[in-house]
């Protein structure tokens, strides 16, 4: 068998193709070797593709080293990509568009993370209330909104409840009581807004996060003496 060396190196997303190989022989002429920093063809002797033969020589050639070259980065990409452990430009250094999304989502995480802000948005509206800074209140709950929908752009299977429960009705309700700054209807619109958050823990299966001091205490629904 007659061997040559066909190609410099094949960048993956580590770099250099592993040195795991990959063989394939293509028509039973030729057998490629993906490994290292180098693609290896050996051409079988066969009679039928003699080298008299250059032009479909090389256009069987082309083909399949790019069968090869395809057929080895994915594998290589897979392996190295589970092996990141970061670096300072985790995005703008990431190999390819799909590898930079990838890494966006899994740091952008799923529901818990627009959850811990709404809950700390919460938090400030209700002391808000406190200090009668209505403004400061109206402002979170708006923001709660957002944040809710954002979250629900990445798991949404957990809008029907959202939806049902807070968004289509009892936000807009709590919206327009706030909006009064009269103490009797800002105190009962802040009453709907926590029972529908727990309501909405329940629903959702995870009714424990009801019993945490932001529902347990009594706070600004405490009665005034």
């Known amino acids: ?18 040195m795991v190989e990959i063989l394939l022989r293509f028509f039973d002429i030729a057998v490629f070797r993906v490994g290292g920093d180098a693609i290896e063809m050996s051409l079988c002797e066969d009679p039928s593709m003699s080298l008299k033969q250059p032009k479909q020589l090389k256009a069987l050639l082309a083909g399949a080293v790019s069968l090869v070259v395809l057929s080895a980065v994915p594998v290589a990409g897979v392996s190295a990509e589970e092996g990141f452990k970061g670096a300072k430009d985790w995005v703008s250094g990431a190999p390819d568009q799909l590898t930079k999304d990838k890494r966006l ?6 529901f818990d993370q627009p959850m811990w802000e709404v809950g700390e948005r919460y938090d400030r509206m209700e002391q808000a209330l406190i200090d009668e800074n209505y403004e400061l209140a109206q402002y979170h709950w708006k923001k709660i909104r957002i944040t809710l929908e954002n979250g629900l ?35 009962a619109g802040f009453q709907k807004a926590k029972n529908a958050c727990m309501a909405c823990h329940a629903a959702e299966r995870v009714a424990y996060m009801n019993d945490q001091p932001l529902f347990m205490r009594d706070g600004f629904l405490a009665d005034q003496p």
């Open 105 to 110: 989502e899994k740091y952008l995480r799923g």
């Open 1 to 18: 068998m007659k061997s040559f060396r066909l190609i410099a190196g094949v960048e993956t997303i580590s770099g250099r193709v592993p």
């Open 153 to 187: 752009m990445k798991r949404p299977g957990r809008r029907a409840n959202a939806e049902a429960i807070l968004l289509n009705r009892t936000w807009s309700e709590v919206r327009d009581a706030l909006a009064t700054e009269d103490p009797a209807i800002v105190k």
